[in-house]
């Protein structure tokens, strides 16, 4: 049987495709396993990058591999711990509330007194041009939450002024800004909540 004969053959076609799926297969697998350190590192420059932005001070620990999961009414949510001697001195972790177009995630950081460090969007899909003034490359409105604390200001003005409380909201826009107020507030009680084991308490530092 030559050549042309067994092109014509229901099982030559089938073999001639799973060879050809099976090297397809495999070139895949090799370029995912060849490109698979520079994703990760990648990716590890970015969170690096917005723990940066949420942080103030120099820290001498690897915020990276440093980090703590805890339960919370959104799910677990996992801590990046930053260190001075080792001495936790602030903690990064993400929070988020419901925009107008969908979750907006914010990261957050708090300090040992539990105050706000920085707050930033790291991911959202409002608006143009209302909700996406959230982000600080549009308005400065996200550093209004900087130094901030329960109690500062108290419970009841932790929304937007027009729900009587003291952050702004943008005009034809107050969903978003509402989501992002919630959503830091809920991120300070749960700094509240879980302060002893942020802080490594446990292990002979006060809180």
């Known amino acids: 049987m030559n050549l042309e004969e067994m092109r014509s053959k229901l099982w030559y076609q089938g073999v001639l495709l799973g060879g050809i799926a ?43 591999k440093d980090t703590l999961t805890l339960p919370s009414e959104q799910g677990d949510v996992l801590v990046y711990r930053a260190r001075r001697a080792g001495k936790i001195e602030a903690v990064v972790f993400q929070v988020h509330g419901s925009g107008y177009a969908g979750k907006v995630v914010c990261m957050m950081g708090v300090n040992r007194e539990g105050h706000i460090t920085g707050v930033r969007i790291i991911k959202h899909a409002e608006t143009p041009g209302l909700g996406d003034k959230v982000e600080p490359a549009k308005s400065k409105w996200i550093f209004s939450f900087d130094d901030k604390f329960l109690g500062n200001p108290v419970a009841d003005l932790w929304a937007v002024k027009k729900d009587g409380g003291v952050f702004d909201q943008f005009a034809g826009a107050t969903i978003t800004p509402r989501a992002v107020v919630k959503a830091v507030k809920g991120g300070l009680i749960f700094f509240d909540k879980n302060r002893a084991q942020l802080l490594d308490a446990s292990q002979g530092g006060k809180p």
Request: charged share 25%; glycine share 2%; proline share 0%.
């Open 22 to 64: 099976l090297i397809t297969s495999a070139a895949l697998a090799y370029a995912a396993r060849a490109t698979e350190a520079d994703i990760r590192a990648a990716e590890a420059a970015d969170i690096k990058l917005s723990l940066s932005m949420v942080l103030t001070g120099k820290y001498d620990n690897d915020l990276l």
